[in-house]
């Protein structure tokens, strides 16, 4: 199951109808103890760098995905600023990404 990150930014309805679509399993997650249930996450995301940041640190997912991903090994996906979060920060945000 992919886990869709919902942490207030991004396309998540249009991700979620091309998953319904191709029959993909997935659930759209808020809160960051159902992480431990996916194989995989995807970081959507529409905005910019730094208050799209402040909410995935703000709903906790920061912690839980660096424990997922890095940890075990998990896969993650970013779309749009959603991949940004992925790298160690953004030339267009002061804030650290995710690394």
Do not use: W
Not at 54 to 72: H, I, P, Q, S, Y
């Amino acid at each position: 199951m992919i886990a869709i990150i919902d942490y207030g930014s991004g396309n998540i309805a249009a991700i979620m109808n091309i998953f319904r679509q191709r029959k993909i399993a997935h659930a759209l997650v808020s809160d960051p103890r159902e992480l431990a249930a996916a194989e995989r996450f995807l970081l959507p995301g529409v905005g910019a760098f730094d208050p799209t940041m402040e909410n995935l640190l703000r709903t906790g997912m920061v912690d839980a995905l660096n424990e997922e991903v890095l940890g075990k090994g998990k896969k993650a996906l970013g779309i749009c600023v959603g991949m940004h979060l992925l790298a160690e920060g953004s030339e267009e945000g002061e804030l650290p990404g995710l690394g």
